[in-house]
């Protein structure tokens, strides 16, 4: 059995898109598929894979499998991606529309700008109770201005949730950091019950950082859109950037706009990478495998 698929990314941050608004899904092992396609260099390579499905709720329903299979709630660049794939697919005729996520529903824009294709992300708010994020301890306290024991280590960090939960750690420099030994020891950190995204930032002036990511399910990435988010709200509320932030990750640069208060905005480039076709291997075919998830076969 093949599946078709069409591989988009956004500051380096690339995910498989599966059509199930138009075409009959099988009933797949999706969490199996994602971790044998996001291989890199031994297969389609991804942060991951995405299902585009039809929603009672809002326009498009999204479900996001990270590399390691996992299933996440929310991702700021996944669902920007999704917006400019069905634009561009022609499932919708609005520049303005909702996706359903596991995190709740979430606006998006798209507008062509100069032969790009800029898309804005209306996030849900951030989060900042413990018990919201969620983080051990006291559950009506605040994860910001916390600290974190790590490798014999105290770090200040700032917890909160941006559609996913967050540890944001400020340093000098964050090419100096070793992302790859902290990256997972924070993520897997008892402090966070369900894990955590991990991201290192430098502040360059009052409207910009740089920032490394590690993602939760995922590892290191180029870039990562609710990182980003947690990255300028963090910078704002400890007062050392104003709004709008560019946050300059490895793989480009997202633009944050924070009121404050409810109003999170997430905005810049996506594009589409290419389309192909990869082989179901047997055992990622469920019972039932002519099921549709969801959509019109097609």
Request: net charge negative.
């Amino acid at each position: 059995m093949r599946l078709s698929f069409t591989k988009m990314q956004a500051a380096g941050n690339d995910y498989i898109y599966v059509d199930g608004v138009e075409r009959r899904l099988p009933d797949a092992d999706w969490a199996a598929l994602a971790r044998r396609l996001s291989r890199r260099r031994h297969s389609v390579g991804a942060d991951g894979i995405i299902l585009v499905l039809p929603s009672e709720s809002a326009d498009f329903r999204m479900r996001l499998f990270n590399a390691d299979g996992s299933e996440g709630d929310m991702c700021g660049n996944g669902v920007r991606c999704l917006a400019a794939f069905v634009w561009e697919m022609g499932f919708i005729g609005v520049d303005t529309f909702s996706v359903e996520t596991m995190d709740g529903k979430v606006w998006v824009n798209v507008s062509p700008r100069d032969g790009e294709l800029f898309v804005e992300a209306e996030m849900n708010s951030p989060k900042f109770s413990r018990s919201d994020i969620p983080m051990d301890g006291d559950p009506d306290s605040c994860g910001l201005d916390s600290t974190l024991e790590v490798m014999g280590r105290t770090l200040p960090i700032d917890a909160l949730r941006v559609g996913n939960p967050h540890c944001v750690v400020f340093v000098r420099e964050v090419d100096e950091i070793d992302l790859e030994t902290l990256g997972p020891i924070i993520e897997e950190h008892p402090l966070f019950p369900e894990k955590c995204n991990v991201e290192f930032v430098q502040v360059v002036d009052r409207n910009a950082v740089n920032a490394r990511v590690w993602e939760r399910g995922s590892g290191i990435t180029l870039s990562c859109g609710t990182g980003a988010s947690a990255v300028a709200v963090s910078a704002i509320r400890r007062g050392r950037c104003d709004t709008p932030v560019a946050v300059n990750m490895p793989g480009g640069i997202l633009h944050v706009d924070w009121d404050g208060g409810d109003a999170l905005r997430l905005s810049g480039v996506v594009s589409e990478v290419y389309r192909g076709s990869v082989d179901i291997l047997p055992g990622e075919i469920r019972e039932g495998a002519g099921h549709a998830e969801g959509g019109q076969s097609g």
